[in-house]
C-alpha cells in the first residue's frame, strides 16, 4: 500500500487557487515529501519537494505542518492546462524509486 | 539536452513475441529507472541502474522481463513472450548522482498486447 491518502478527484475552476491535500501518518525522520504532475499519455512531471514548513517555486507551494503528518500542494491562480493527476509521494530520498505510487488526485479545471 | 527519452512511442505486438525499449537519459543523470503503469493507476517500479550495474529489480521484473544498460548511457527494457496482462504504459527516468530532487521522466511506451 501507498503511504499517503490523497483524494481521488477534485475540480475547481479558473484563477482559483486550489489545495491538495495529501495525508502520510507514518512519515519518518528521513522521509521527504514529493509532488508529480501527469497529463495523459506523458510521463509524471517533477513539482516540488519538501522536508517541512513551506516551500515555493515558479509552479507551485507546499505546506507542511510541524508534525509532518500532511501535506497541502497549492497551485495558485490555475489553468485549464493545470488538468491533470497529482501524486503525493513519500519516502527517503535515495530509496524514492521503489515508492507505491497510489492512484493520484485528478484535478480537473473547468473555464 | 532535451530530457529523457523513449521510443517507440507505441508498440502493437501479438501475444507471444519478443519486444524491446529503448531509453536514452539526461545524460549527465547517471540514475536510471524502469517503471510500468497501467491506465488510472500510478506507475510501479521495475528496476534501477546505478551506470551500468543493475541495482535494484522488483518482484515484477518476472523472468520474461530483462533491462540493460550496457555502457552507463541508454538503457533497453525486453519483454519475452508477451502476454496480453503485459499491455501498459512503460516509463523510464532518471536522476543525478548528487540525490534526487525528483526524478525526470520519459514521454513513455505504450504497449498493446493483441
Known amino acids: 500500500l501507498a503511504k499517503t491518502t490523497q483524494p481521488i478527484s477534485m475540480d475547481s475552476y479558473e484563477g482559483q487557487e486550489v489545495n491538495i491535500t495529501c495525508s502520510h501518518n507514518?512519515?519518518?525522520?528521513?522521509?521527504?515529501i514529493t509532488w508529480y504532475q501527469q497529463f495523459p499519455s506523458q510521463g509524471p512531471r517533477f513539482i516540488i519537494q519538501?522536508?517541512?514548513?513551506?516551500v515555493t517555486n515558479e509552479v507551485a507551494s507546499l505546506f507542511i505542518p510541524a508534525d509532518r503528518k500532511s501535506s497541502t500542494l497549492s497551485l495558485p491562480r490555475v489553468s485549464l492546462s493545470d488538468t491533470a493527476v497529482y501524486y503525493c509521494?513519500?519516502?527517503?530520498?535515495?530509496?524514492?524509486?521503489?515508492?507505491?505510487w497510489g492512484a493520484g488526485t485528478k484535478l480537473i479545471i473547468k473555464p | 539536452d532535451t530530457g529523457v527519452s523513449q521510443d517507440p512511442r507505441h508498440k502493437i505486438t501479438k501475444r507471444g513475441q519478443n519486444v524491446t525499449f529503448r531509453c536514452d537519459p539526461i545524460?549527465?543523470?547517471?540514475?536510471l529507472y524502469w517503471y510500468r503503469q497501467t491506465l488510472g493507476q500510478g506507475p510501479e517500479f521495475l528496476t534501477y541502474?546505478?551506470?551500468?550495474?543493475?541495482?535494484?529489480k522488483s518482484r515484477l521484473l518476472s523472468d520474461r522481463f530483462s533491462a540493460e544498460r550496457p555502457k552507463g548511457s541508454f538503457s533497453t527494457l525486453e519483454i519475452q513472450r508477451t502476454e496480453q496482462g503485459d499491455s501498459a504504459m512503460y516509463l523510464c527516468?532518471?536522476?543525478?548522482?548528487?540525490?534526487?530532487?525528483?526524478?525526470?521522466f520519459g514521454s513513455g511506451t505504450r504497449l498493446t498486447v493483441v
Open positions: 507514518n512519515i519518518a525522520t528521513n522521509d521527504y
Open positions: 509521494l513519500v519516502g527517503d530520498v535515495d530509496s524514492n524509486y521503489q515508492l507505491i
Open positions: 527516468a532518471s536522476s543525478p548522482p548528487w540525490g534526487s530532487y525528483g526524478y525526470t
Open positions: 519538501g522536508y517541512k514548513t513551506k
Open positions: 545524460s549527465e543523470h547517471n540514475r
Open positions: 541502474f546505478q551506470n551500468e550495474a543493475q541495482l535494484e
